[in-house]
């Protein structure tokens, strides 16, 4: 099945750093790519999409020059946190669209836990 | 814009039991899909069963099943035969019809299991 691998699982950093956050399909081509943020025990709250070879949609209220995100092929999507503070600190997941027979689903990284000290 | 509710911030189950995890939507779409997710422990994000609106029929997925009311709009999970592996955070999600639409996800439910 398509396969998503999000690198890395798990990173510390210090404050006023930049964190990349890589997203790669295996064995598909990602045309989309959302990217989520999750506090504990809270849902996912989508923070943009991202569509090969054009500029992310950013939700509102996410700050777009805070949180990097390129698409400049089908099979990578990143996620830069720049000059991360300790609120930036939380579990970002990406997910790519995918499509077979007329039918749409989801298929999800394992996540990357950010930690910022 | 589309709305996903999920009341029951935590539901609690005895091994081998029956659960319904209940959520409702709203949409003035007419075309649309419904999920239910789990997020184990480890946080990976499983599908756990999905219901095309244009179908009539329930999805059924093994011990997972759903009670799809679209008039009503309320997409409720059932777990039988409940086991210790199921417990997780359940999400359930909703998108509407068309090529690279988002997922709008519910806050959740933390469902745990009772031996």
């Known amino acids: 099945g398509a396969v998503v691998s999000q690198h890395p699982s798990r990173v510390i950093c210090k404050s006023g750093t930049s964190v990349k956050i890589e997203c790669r399909s295996l064995d598909f081509q990602a045309t989309t790519m959302f990217w989520y943020r999750q506090f504990p025990k809270q849902s996912l709250m989508l923070m943009a999409t991202s569509n090969e070879g054009s500029k992310a949609t950013y939700e509102q209220g996410v700050e777009k020059d805070k949180f990097l995100i390129n698409h400049a092929s089908l099979t990578l999507s990143t996620l830069t946190v720049t000059s991360a503070h300790p609120e930036d600190s939380s579990f970002y997941i990406c997910?790519?669209?995918?499509?077979?027979?007329?039918?749409?689903?989801?298929?999800f990284g394992s996540g990357t836990r950010l930690t910022v000290v | 814009a589309q709305t996903v509710t999920q009341s029951q911030p935590e539901m609690s189950v005895q091994e081998a039991e029956t659960v319904t995890l209940s959520c409702t939507y709203d949409?003035?779409?007419?075309?649309?899909?419904l999920f239910w997710y789990k997020q184990p422990p480890s946080r990976q994000m499983i599908l756990v069963i999905r219901q095309e609106a244009y179908k009539q029929q329930n999805a059924t997925e093994n011990r997972f099943s759903v009670n799809f009311q679209k008039a009503a709009k309320s997409f409720s999970l059932k777990i039988s035969d409940s086991q210790l592996g199921d417990a997780a955070m359940y999400f359930c999600a909703y998108r509407k019809s068309g090529a690279n639409s988002k997922l709008t996800f519910g806050k959740g439910i933390t469902l745990s299991v009772r031996p």
């Open positions: 997910s790519a669209s995918i499509a077979a027979g007329g039918n749409y689903g989801y298929t």
């Open positions: 949409t003035s779409e007419s075309d649309y899909y």
